[in-house]
């Protein structure tokens, strides 16, 4: 079993920055793909930006230039860097894994963090 535990959401002002963590701990297991999505509220949840472990990213069009998604494979873990934040990016950000276990080794599974709570003030 795989675990993804987040850290790094809070309150921030308008124009301000910060940093999310996403690790995943478990055993026999590797990451093909990693990501952030989040979910504002009353809103569904969207794509944030995307990394896979080769290092390819993939971006929404609203974070582009703002937002840097990085990941530590042999930390298992995934960062997002949030600047330039606006009230528009308030929402709970997910982080996501693809993964493969040793013992299925034909089949990915998505594993999904707990969330944690982005808000920005004006």
């Known amino acids: 079993q795989v675990q993804l535990v987040e850290s790094g959401g809070g309150l921030v002002q308008a124009g301000g920055s910060l940093r999310l963590s996403c690790a995943a701990s478990?055993?026999?297991?590797?990451?093909?793909?990693m990501g952030w999505f989040r979910q504002p509220p009353g809103k569904q949840r969207e794509l944030v930006a995307t990394?896979?472990?080769?290092?390819?990213?993939n971006y929404a069009d609203s974070v582009k230039g703002r937002f840097t998604v990085s990941g530590d494979n042999a930390k298992n873990t995934v960062y997002l860097e949030m600047g330039s934040l606006n009230v528009e990016d308030t929402a709970v950000y997910f982080c996501?894994?693809?993964?493969?276990?040793?013992?299925?080794?034909?089949?990915?599974?998505?594993?999904w963090g707990q969330g944690t709570e982005v808000t920005v003030s004006s």
């Open positions: 996501k894994m693809i993964i493969k276990m040793s013992r299925y080794p034909s089949t990915t599974f998505q594993y």
């Open positions: 478990g055993s026999d297991f590797s990451i093909v793909d």
């Open positions: 990394i896979t472990t080769g290092g390819t990213t």
